[in-house]
């Protein structure tokens, strides 16, 4: 499966960004597919995870309520709408993937991510 993640850039608090993250190569039927942010000088954390085949969801408490994940079939595409982003929110978020089958796991350690897209930035503004 790869990955590209696009939609990251600068924008001021209170503001939106929609990231996006397609994959090729496969369909992602069976699929885990969630958001990391690394921040600088910090480690990167998971943010929101989507289980493709049954569409539950799982958050940070410091992005729910502001960070929406969803996918979109049709386009083997999966999505993180930022609404009320703040100046702690500016890094470099990251889209991954690992097959879970039937589980309903949606698993928020990074090592467990087989496959990864390359980045964008995110920068707010105060």
């Known amino acids: 499966v790869q990955l590209q993640a696009s939609g990251g850039g600068l924008v001021q608090a209170g503001g939106s960004l929609r990231l996006s993250c397609a994959a090729s190569g496969r369909t992602l039927s069976g699929y885990v597919v969630s958001w990391f942010r690394q921040a600088p000088g910090r480690e990167r954390e998971f943010l929101a995870g989507?289980?493709?085949?049954?569409?539950?969801?799982y958050y940070i408490d410091s992005v729910k309520g502001r960070f929406t994940i969803s996918g979109d079939n049709g386009k083997n595409t999966v999505y993180l709408q930022m609404n009320g982003l703040k100046p702690e929110d500016t890094g470099v978020y990251y889209c991954?993937?690992?097959?879970?089958?039937?589980?309903?796991?949606?698993?928020?350690?990074?090592?467990?991510?087989?496959?990864w897209g390359q980045g964008t930035q995110v920068t707010v503004s105060s």
């Open positions: 989507l289980r493709w085949s049954g569409g539950n969801t």
């Open positions: 991954a993937t690992l097959y879970r089958g039937f589980s309903s796991t949606i698993d928020n350690e990074e090592h467990r991510y087989k496959y």
